[in-house]
């Protein structure tokens, strides 16, 4: 799976920290999913799409290997 | 107050199957990292000095008669090494257990897998080193001309009751610290369900059964240090092999069994520490070689059984 997540931050103009305190997960956190290097549970998914208002498809993209 | 409360509920929601909020559940609060630390460095000092130097707290110490018709006959019961395994084991279970100042989901899967690691780490090493003391005899003491291969084990399952966690607490802040501004996840791989799951069942049964029948049967006495050895191996392929059809449920259900058996495992070891004494603590510490492996395989055993069940009913 990859993610638009880093693209979209630019477009709302945030840093990881900020996405990180509305969702209340640590930078750490937000940095290890914008390098496709872990998977966030779907509430997680969730909330991150409703901080940029967007559905989740359009943020989170399956590959051909998932 | 509710966070308190989120570690109460292990002794209440044994086999409920609730994951919505599964990833930060059964954990201490934040506070308790300190002091967690607070406990560890004395005790794992004391430990050092108590075990290598013989010191003993002055006057930490009962003396017991064992013979009333014997006055000359005293035993000395000293606390000093009983204190510093509860001291280690409480301030590591607190530093490893209590929430990250940021916990979320991925804070609590990286000491998940951190502590399945360790066990892996932990018990491969074990079982390495009983084999190399059976196969080549004792390359570490001096006590094979006593004992032998056994008297071996039983200085190893010394080092045992604290060594999981040692190992658990060093690779759980690799992972948390070692890169800037980002978590590594410590991939962990398993064994598939064919044919290593069933070799691990009932090789494990059957040696586990011997096990319990050497103290009757001195046919089975004289291999008791090479059953314990094949034991700690088979053990780990059953925990390490997949179930029939796992998937991300099953696999969270197996992570966080190992954190609830942890708990026991070591709730009861401090009980053990503080109240059995002499002969009968070598064989809580023996059994303490095993005790994690099978509580976890009973609580993951008994939420899969029961997860399976109510499949059933769902189609019925």
Redesign the interface.
Known sequence: MKNSLRVERAIKNITQGEL?ELI??????I??IE?N??V??T??ALKIARVFGKPVEEIFILEDED | MSKTLDFCKVCFTFGKLNFTRMQTRYLFPHYFKKTGWVLLIPGLILGYLTFFHQYQIPGFQISIQPDPKNPNNIHIQYFTQSLALALVIMGVMFVAFAKEKFEDELTAAIRRNALYWSILVNYSLCGILMMVAILVGDVFYDYQHILGSFGYIIGLSIYNLFSTLIFFLLRYHYLLYSKQGEYKLGKLSFLPYYPYRNIGQYLSIFLFTLFLLANKVPLIGTFWSEIITLLCFSLLVWIFSRQKHEDELVTNMRMESMQLALYFNYSLLLLGDIFIYGNAFFYFMIFNLFSVQIFFLIRFQFVYNKLMRELKEAKA
């Open positions: 990180a209340g997960v640590s930078r750490q956190t940095n290890t390098s290097r872990y966030p549970s509430v997680l």
